[in-house]
């Protein structure tokens, strides 16, 4: 027994069917998670650095929100990187790192267009790029578009083997405790005996 939660898209682990589509689910989840995870510890060591990573696309923003992305980033990062490797809220979890992706995407398009050449700073200490480097920027939008289907596929549909919410968040286990008991539930009234015939042959 036990239903979907609409909002987690999570069943109980008897009904995690281990179909093809739970193990993409899986593969989902680690490369999004691990891939938000890793880019956010290497920025953790060089908070200031990341501020100043940030000033570099020119964004139209005031110096205080940039300083509270660059500082909040990395955080932020590996806390939505960690909760969907072990499959924790999969499916809000899976909505923002559509939504960074999303806004890395934006970056980088803006400084593509307005002609700056800077290193994404993704996984990199990033800056501006030496005369005669190329940037990287199609390189980075299409790998950013690949983690972007991950968390899409996750947020259609976030079951998958080995998480967390398949144990945590599955419903309906009272309703299945209820429903396997011989015993009916207290002051359920009992169904009246069918009455004997008093006649006899």
Not at 136 to 144: E, F, K, N
Request: with cysteine; net charge negative.
């Amino acid at each position: 027994m036990g239903g979907v939660s609409a909002w987690t898209g999570q069943v109980a682990p008897q009904q995690v069917t281990r179909d093809w589509r739970d193990w993409v689910g899986l593969a989902a989840r680690l490369a999004l998670g691990f891939g938000l995870g890793y880019a956010g510890l290497l920025k953790v060591g060089r908070l200031e650095a990341n501020v100043a990573q940030v000033e570099l696309y020119q964004l139209p923003l005031s110096h205080s929100v940039i300083t509270v992305i660059g500082y909040a980033q990395p955080f932020v990062e590996i806390a939505v990187g960690v909760m969907l490797v072990i499959g924790l809220f999969t499916r809000v979890n899976a909505a923002l790192g559509v939504t960074a992706m999303a806004v890395f995407i934006a970056g980088i398009t803006w400084a593509w267009s307005h002609g700056l050449r800077i290193d994404c700073g993704c996984f990199s200490p990033g800056g501006e790029l030496p005369a005669g480097d190329q940037t990287r920027y199609l390189q980075d939008i299409a790998r950013d578009f690949a983690w972007m289907a991950c968390g899409i596929w996750l947020w259609v549909r976030p079951r998958s083997v080995l998480a967390v919410d398949n144990w945590l968040l599955a419903p309906g286990a009272a309703d299945e405790t209820i429903l396997d008991s011989d015993e009916p539930p207290e002051g359920w009234a009992a169904e009246p005996a069918t009455p004997k015939s008093l006649t006899t042959n």
